[in-house]
């Protein structure tokens, strides 16, 4: 919503939750495409036939934000990372980040991810994105 109030223009959005995709249709309904997906068959999508889904016109993206599951590092949850399948969402966003190569991007999760597993986690989050020739500048709130 913030990016929206900026004026930036969306062009697709993913969630593979039910309800969050009812709650987004609400909301963006006739703005933009929602794919109603896991992010995984997505990227399998984007590397096998990426004309299909992300045309062209498409792949041109500025920003790429992401809010991946937080449930693998969260204090409410059992924090088993990247153990946990959806712990590695992470790594399908880094591969839309690599494959569209925005000017810049969001990524949002929940307070302990900073510190979840002695700080490995986010030091790996760090040098992947460091990796992929981007900056890290974090903010927790």
């Given at each position: 919503m913030g990016?929206?109030?900026?004026?930036?223009?969306?062009?697709?959005?993913?969630?593979?939750?039910?309800?969050?995709?009812?709650?987004?249709?609400?909301?963006?309904?006739?703005?933009?495409?929602?794919?109603?997906?896991?992010?995984?068959?997505?990227?399998?999508?984007m590397k096998?036939?990426?004309?299909d889904l992300?045309?062209?016109?498409?792949?041109?993206?500025?920003?790429?934000?992401?809010?991946?599951?937080?449930?693998?590092?969260?204090?409410?949850?059992?924090?088993?990372?990247?153990?946990?399948?959806?712990?590695?969402?992470?790594?399908?966003?880094?591969?839309?980040?690599?494959?569209?190569?925005?000017?810049?991007?969001?990524?949002?999760?929940?307070?302990?991810?900073?510190?979840?597993?002695?700080?490995?986690?986010?030091?790996?989050?760090?040098?992947?994105?460091?990796?992929?020739?981007?900056?890290?500048?974090?903010?927790?709130?």
């Open positions: 990016f929206k109030q900026a004026g930036a223009y969306i062009k697709w959005a993913n969630d593979n939750d039910k309800q969050a995709c009812i709650t987004y249709k609400e909301n963006f309904a006739e703005e933009h495409n929602l794919i109603e997906d896991d992010v995984a068959n997505l990227i399998r999508v096998s036939y990426p004309e992300f045309p062209p016109d498409n792949l041109k993206v500025d920003i790429l934000t992401s809010g991946f599951p937080c449930q693998a590092f969260s204090i409410a949850g059992y924090q088993n990372g990247f153990n946990d399948a959806r712990g590695n969402h992470f790594f399908e966003t880094l591969e839309f980040i690599n494959k569209l190569k925005p000017k810049a991007y969001l990524l949002e999760n929940v307070k302990n991810l900073q510190n979840h597993d002695n700080k490995r986690t986010f030091s790996t989050i760090k040098e992947y994105i460091h990796d992929s020739g981007y900056s890290f500048i974090f903010y927790v709130v």
